[in-house]
């Protein structure tokens, strides 16, 4: 397993923690230079976005592995995580449907979790 992998495996666990709804993870390596998966999950409220966040930040911050930048941790209705081959979207239930990422990044692989 690829250390990206091994981020996106701790990452669903720590979002899972905190009860996050529809995780879902794209390989996207074959269709962006950007990253090589992104992982999704719903929340149902700041507070549990929020904490959903700072358990991702936590778990990862126990491997060694820092976040390059977290954006919209305030208005916590999309919370993006940048780890550099790994990016991580906390929607709220509203966000998630709007921007539909899986839709957008539907050339990527989805990958069991």
């Given at each position: 397993?690829?250390?990206?992998?091994?981020?996106?495996?701790?990452?669903?666990?720590?979002?899972?923690?905190?009860?996050?709804?529809?995780?879902?993870?794209?390989?996207?390596?074959?269709?962006?230079?950007?990253?090589?998966?992104?992982?999704?999950?719903?929340?149902?409220?700041?507070?549990?976005?929020?904490?959903?966040?700072?358990?991702?930040?936590?778990?990862?911050?126990?491997?060694?592995?820092?976040?390059?930048?977290?954006?919209?941790?305030?208005t916590a209705n999309w919370i993006l995580m940048d780890y550099?081959?790994?990016?991580?979207?906390?929607?709220?239930?509203?966000?998630?449907?709007?921007?539909?990422?899986?839709?957008?990044?539907?050339?990527?692989?989805?990958?069991?979790?």
């Amino acid at each position: 397993m690829t250390e990206a992998y091994n981020t996106v495996l701790e990452a669903v666990n720590a979002l899972n923690e905190k009860k996050a709804a529809d995780p879902v993870v794209i390989d996207i390596s074959g269709i962006s230079i950007m990253a090589d998966y992104f992982v999704i999950a719903t929340g149902k409220n700041v507070n549990q976005l929020q904490a959903m966040c700072e358990n991702v930040r936590n778990k990862l911050a126990k491997k060694g592995i820092m976040p390059r930048q977290t954006e919209g941790y305030d208005t916590a209705n999309w919370i993006l995580m940048d780890y550099g081959d790994v990016i991580i979207h906390i929607f709220d239930e509203e966000s998630r449907s709007f921007y539909d990422l899986e839709r957008i990044w539907s050339d990527g692989k989805d990958v069991a979790i």
